[in-house]
């Protein structure tokens, strides 16, 4: 894709990027609700035109190319199967119109169906399914048509979380083979972290960065990227650099080292995500805050505390379950390597020391 972008009724879905994507690659979408990935994947597609820019498949510009007559398959959240038609016709369909021989056709549809573990149920029609076999029918039917693209638009959300897990440790496995491009949007972080591969962050129709997962995870190139690949989303705070101390809002000071230590006095932006607030005192050298638990949120091995510090809303992901008075002040601590700087503008500045060793 080059400089490609979209504008319906004079609003901008999709800024102007450029995204070039490898054959054998899985490539996450990541980024919130009406960020720019469907948009995206219908332009990947064919499905609709670009406002400007061009899309190159294998060094021919097809822009203006039907998506019929393209090597696509996509998947949709609202899984789409043939009602009326068993698995195995299901499966079959996209074959039977490429006028592919019975003998091509049995053997490919019985392959797929066993990567999706639906061997047994060939015979049953969709609405017999369960939900997952339904939705792997529509993955084995794209996986079928050996398409040199192959788009997955958050095609798990609405499965139970036992499939969930189970699929995106399979999803890569059972396409790596493939040679195809693969992309599959998603909302949260750590389905990307599951995926692997790469990671495109959207937000608000702009691309932000684009890399390896691990490598846009550990070091984003700024705090709306940090945001975006961090569930619930990085906090921030105020600091100010002045000699060799980093300064925080209450006046707590750490030594500048590492990538700190080259940075110009003035005032920065720290940032650090959820699960490295601690309750509990975690060692010397260690930063404590004191904020009003304003929420708290049990998910069974875990408990989400929504903070209020100073006016500032922050998130801290705690391990285990812990019973606490709402309203009261509570102290909280953090371990200065796990601060990442940004400049006021947004601009990642230094990267958190441990995200830097790993």
Same mark, same amino acid.
């Given at each position: 894709?080059?400089?490609?972008?979209?504008?319906?009724?004079?609003?901008?879905?999709?800024?102007?990027?450029?995204?070039?994507?490898?054959?054998g690659t899985m490539n996450v979408l990541l980024g919130p609700t009406s960020s720019g990935k469907t948009s995206l994947m219908r332009l990947m597609a064919g499905l609709d035109a670009p406002s400007s820019g061009k899309i190159i498949w294998e060094g021919r510009d097809v822009t203006g190319v039907r998506?019929?007559?393209?090597?696509?398959?996509?998947?949709?959240?609202?899984?789409?199967?043939?009602?009326?038609?068993?698995?195995?016709?299901?499966?079959?369909?996209?074959?039977?119109?490429m006028g592919k021989s019975r003998d091509e056709i049995d053997a490919a549809v019985r392959k797929a169906a066993d990567l999706m573990q639906l061997g047994? %149920? /060939? *015979?049953?029609?969709?609405?017999? &399914?369960?939900?997952?076999?339904?939705?792997?029918?529509?993955?084995?039917?794209a996986l079928v048509k050996d398409a040199g693209l192959v %788009? /997955? *638009?958050?095609?798990?959300?609405? &499965?139970?979380?036992k499939l969930r897990e189970e699929l995106r440790v399979e999803i890569p496995k059972i396409f790596?083979?493939?040679?195809?491009?693969?992309?599959?949007?998603?909302?949260?972080?750590?389905?990307?972290?599951?995926?692997?591969?790469?990671?495109?962050?959207?937000?608000?129709?702009?691309l932000t960065q684009f890399g390896p997962t691990p490598s846009v995870y550990r070091t984003p190139v700024d705090a709306t990227t940090?945001?975006?690949?961090?569930?619930?989303?990085?906090?921030?705070?105020?600091?100010?650099?002045?000699?060799d101390r980093l300064t925080f809002g209450e006046g707590q000071g750490v030594a500048a080292t590492g990538a700190m230590a080259g940075l110009g006095d003035g005032p920065y932006l720290?940032?650090?995500?959820p699960n490295h607030l601690e309750i509990t005192p975690i060692g010397p050298g260690a930063i404590t805050f004191d904020a009003k638990l304003v929420v708290t949120e049990l998910t069974g091995s875990e408990t989400f505390v929504h903070l209020d510090h100073h006016g500032e809303r922050w998130v801290g992901l705690i391990h285990g379950v812990h019973d606490l008075e709402l309203g009261a002040q509570l102290a909280v601590h953090l371990d200065p390597r796990h601060v990442y700087v940004f400049r006021e503008s947004g601009e990642l500045v230094a990267p958190a020391a441990y995200a830097a060793a790993a």
């Open positions: 894709m080059k400089a490609v972008s979209k504008v319906v009724g004079g609003q901008v879905h999709i800024h102007p990027l450029d995204l070039v994507l490898e054959k998506v019929q007559d393209r090597q696509v398959a996509m998947v949709y959240q609202q899984f789409i199967n043939y009602p009326s038609m068993t698995v195995y016709e299901n499966i079959a369909s996209p074959l039977r119109l047994p %149920l /060939l *015979d049953r029609k969709p609405l017999e &399914l369960s939900g997952g076999q339904q939705q792997r029918c529509a993955l084995a039917r %788009l /997955l *638009d958050e095609p798990l959300a609405n &499965l139970d979380y790596e083979e493939a040679g195809s491009i693969f992309v599959y949007a998603t909302t949260e972080p750590e389905e990307a972290l599951l995926l692997g591969g790469n990671t495109a962050t959207l937000w608000e129709g702009r940090a945001r975006v690949f961090s569930d619930p989303p990085m906090n921030f705070l105020t600091v100010t650099k002045a000699g720290a940032g650090f995500r």
